[in-house]
């Protein structure tokens, strides 16, 4: 939703690397772009002008003149202000003293209220409540079926004793304060902890509905009134919130549909607007696409600086601790040798439990610039390399050093596969395996490009392969006499003392022929052609 803002910042602070100081000129073209920005993402005009105006007060300060890096001095101010205008600190149920804590939905018809009822439901189960859905929208039909069936999916229970409108009439079957009051005492009699109340959407300002939603709250008196809106909608998600707010009155804002591609507007304007909190935002279909609203993770995510504590969080949540530690212990001993392809797909599971792929390497810091890619990530080769896996026999996945021509031939023919996939992923997986036993015993893989050697200098494979490189180019001579003596010594040119740091001479001419443009074009000036000619006489 966010992607064609980040882009616009990005862009904006790409202007500022590299400048030492910055002029009142290079902050005021900085906040222009950021206003445009804003603009483009359908944020309200006065929560721009009220964030670009402190940006502005904040850059001009002492704080960007006088510090060692100007541009990520912008960078932390606008992230700062993001999570102003986010709603500043995260926001969480406030839960009764005394149980049952009722919440109570409302929102406009097709914000996704009876789905997120079983995400909310399901995300407090998860942390250790007993959540009792309510059935009180009886308008919508076939409203109490549906709830119905998610609650069946979120494995809750559903308050459902009136049928609702089961037709296209449009009537209103039961009475909607009747179910939410009679709700209290059933779960008073069950012990359920939390209650939660679905109530009737609105295709507008309806003052009928309006009034029966300001019944059901005066009946059961709500611990928390949640207003869920569909981030999708833009300006207008503003507009009925207010009117709402005015109306019923609620105490938090929950947003739905954060995976669509609107412009998200809505998202970093209704929280100030309103001034209510984000509470909680759905990002998928699945129940379990539900979090938290943290608003300086979503600043860090509109700002490409990705999301690591969620995505910490997930892990901690879909990995066992035990297998967990089981595999480290097998990728640290023995050079990793006992760490097989069982575990590598046990892993493999673990991570896909945690969403899809894209969306994990979205909340990786710096992936903002890679999120094409990202998004073109194929999920089904996932599904190629579990077949692979399990075409394999026990022993085989412990041991992939076994996997000979004829087995891989008919692994290959027992996943559908090809036998040059299954090699692809037999390699790759000794790659992997060995450079993550080197990074689980404290040393550097060797080969990584760009690293320096090891602390125990050159190893005993790049040995050998120095002293096979060193025979192939002396050559093998055939007599057995002259093949056991030692190997001259090469000659290693003659070390000018008068060249800086002891190096070698400067050879002007060890360019030449090099072709044009290169550095045999390369010609000194007078002065220092001739210092060269004398140097060492």
């Known amino acids: 939703m966010f992607d064609t803002l980040q882009d616009r910042l990005a862009t904006a ?51 960007v003149s006088e510090a060692l890096n100007p541009s990520q001095q912008i960078v932390k101010i606008v992230n700062e202000e993001l999570v102003t205008i986010l709603g500043g600190d995260t926001r969480t149920i406030r839960f009764a003293k005394k149980p049952p804590t009722v919440l109570m939905l409302a929102g406009l018809q097709g914000a996704g209220k009876t789905t997120l009822a079983g995400k909310l439901a399901l995300w407090l189960k998860s942390e250790g409540h007993s959540p009792l859905l309510v059935a009180a929208d009886l308008q919508r039909p076939n409203a109490v079926t549906q709830l119905q069936v998610v609650a069946q999916r979120a494995g809750v229970h559903c308050f459902a004793p009136e049928p609702g409108n089961t037709s296209e009439s449009g009537e209103t079957i039961g009475d909607p304060v009747r179910v939410a009051r009679a709700s209290i005492a059933e779960a008073e009699r069950k012990l359920y902890d939390v209650v939660i109340v679905d109530t009737a959407g609105r295709l507008g300002v309806d003052e009928t509905l309006m009034r029966q939603a300001a019944d059901i709250k005066a009946a059961v008196n709500p611990d928390e009134v949640l207003f869920v809106v569909d981030a999708m909608i833009g300006q207008d998600a503003v507009n009925t919130a207010q009117a709402f707010a005015d109306g019923v009155g609620f105490d938090g804002v929950v947003l739905t549909k954060l995976d669509g591609d609107a412009r998200g507007g809505a998202a970093l304007s209704i929280a100030r607007v309103i001034g209510k909190p984000i509470m909680f935002a759905s990002s998928g279909e699945s129940l379990k696409d539900f979090d938290v609203f943290h608003p300086e993770r979503m600043a860090s995510r509109i700002l490409g600086m990705g999301d690591m504590l969620t995505l910490i969080e997930q892990a901690e949540k879909t990995f066992d601790e035990e297998q967990s530690r089981k595999a480290a212990a097998k990728i640290s001993s023995k050079g990793g040798t006992e760490f097989g392809l069982g575990d590598f797909l046990e892993q493999m599971k673990a991570v896909r439990k945690m969403g899809p792929l894209s969306k994990i390497f979205g909340m990786l810091p710096g992936m903002g610039e890679l999120k094409d890619q990202i998004a073109n990530i194929d999920e089904r080769e ?19 050093r076994i996997l000979n021509g004829s087995r891989r031939a008919r692994i290959a023919a027992g996943s559908g596969r090809a036998v040059s996939d299954v090699n692809q992923l037999v390699d790759r997986f000794f790659e992997a395996r060995k450079m993550m036993s080197a990074l689980a015993t404290g040393q550097m893989p060797a080969g990584l490009p760009g690293m320096p050697p090891t602390a125990g200098g050159v190893s005993k494979r790049a040995k050998q392969q120095q002293r096979k490189a060193a025979k192939n180019k002396r050559g093998v001579s055939g007599n057995p006499a002259k093949r056991a003596a030692p190997a001259p010594a090469e000659e290693q040119p003659a070390i000018d003392p008068a060249a800086a740091f002891g190096g070698h001479g400067f050879d002007p001419n060890q360019f030449k022929g090099m072709g044009k443009g290169s550095a045999g074009d390369f010609e000194l000036p007078p002065e220092l052609q001739k210092m060269f000619k004398n140097q060492g006489k």
């Open 382 to 400: 996932v599904d190629r390399i579990e077949a692979i896996i399990l075409s394999m026999t026990p022993a085989e996945r412990d041991d992939p």
């Open 13 to 63: 602070f790409k202007n500022l690397r590299g400048k030492g100081k910055l002029s009142d000129a290079d902050i005021d073209a900085t906040a222009r772009e950021i206003r445009i920005a804003l603009l483009e993402a359908d944020v309200n005009l006065s929560v721009v002008k009220e964030f670009i105006a402190a940006v502005k007060e904040r850059a001009k300060g002492a704080e």
